[in-house]
């Protein structure tokens, strides 16, 4: 089992629709949690970073993080065709600052 | 400024030929970090380092060698390179191991 589970979709969505990303992982020494917004053939770039419980919200964007679940999630509101791209949750354990362990990552695809 | 670049951009390779990927940054990160990513693997932390002269193991190490002999450049080495080493490579860097991850442009590599 990895220790970071994310389903690989392909998941679509109509223009506008709000989009649910998740992400479970077995460790519980994981504190720092992103998301990452991969177009095709370029490399990630970080969408959200967040080492607490709770929501953070960055425009059409809110990561939430359960600790006590161990699960992660990534809403994106008001969807639009530019953020049609493969969505990758990452974290790090707290004592091993810098490896950074990825889920799969899910392919979105929003229709205009 | 270029950020962090890596060369060459394609590769193909026979079975047993040896190879390295380039991965240079301007940004004075102390962290680099090589990844690959394969489909429905997410991407998968090869090998990393938090300053020169300093190098560690990450998820998938085998058939990989890196060194770290200045701040900008982090190579990694591919001995006797084989077909399961087929895959897309990501160098990326940040201030420190807990900092956002600047990922490059990917380096794409058929092994033959």
């Known amino acids: 089992q990895k220790e970071v589970e994310q389903d690989p979709g392909p998941l679509s969505v109509p223009e506008g629709a709000i989009v649910s990303l998740n992400c479970t992982y077995s460790?519980?020494?994981?504190?720092?949690f992103m998301w990452y917004r991969q177009y095709s053939r370029k490399g990630p770039e970080l969408l959200m970073y967040?080492?607490?419980?709770g929501n953070k919200e960055d425009g059409r964007f809110t990561a939430q993080v359960d600790k006590s679940s161990k699960y992660i999630s990534l809403f994106i509101r008001d969807s639009q065709p530019s953020d049609s791209a493969t969505y990758l949750c990452?974290?790090?354990?707290?004592?091993?600052?810098?490896?950074?362990?990825f889920g799969q990552g899910t392919e979105l695809s929003v229709k205009p | 400024n270029a950020g962090v670049t890596q060369t060459p951009k394609f590769q193909v390779l026979k079975t047993g030929q040896s190879m390295t990927l380039q991965c240079a940054q301007d940004?004075?990160?102390?962290?680099m970090s090589w990844y690959r990513q394969d489909p429905g693997m997410g991407l998968r932390l090869i090998h990393y380092?938090?300053?020169?002269?300093?190098?560690d193991q990450g998820e998938v190490p085998n058939g990989y060698n890196v060194s770290r002999s200045t701040t900008e450049d982090f190579p990694l080495r591919l001995l006797s390179a084989a077909p399961s080493q087929t895959s897309v490579y990501f160098c990326?860097?940040?201030?420190?191991?807990?900092?956002?991850?600047?990922f490059g442009p990917g380096t794409r590599l058929t092994v033959l």
């Open positions: 990326a860097t940040s201030l420190s191991g807990l900092n956002e991850q600047f």
């Open positions: 460790n519980s020494a994981f504190q720092y």
């Open positions: 967040t080492y607490s419980s």
């Open positions: 990452a974290m790090i354990l707290y004592n091993q600052g810098g490896k950074l362990i």
């Open positions: 940004m004075n990160h102390e962290y």
């Open positions: 380092s938090v300053g020169a002269g300093i190098t």
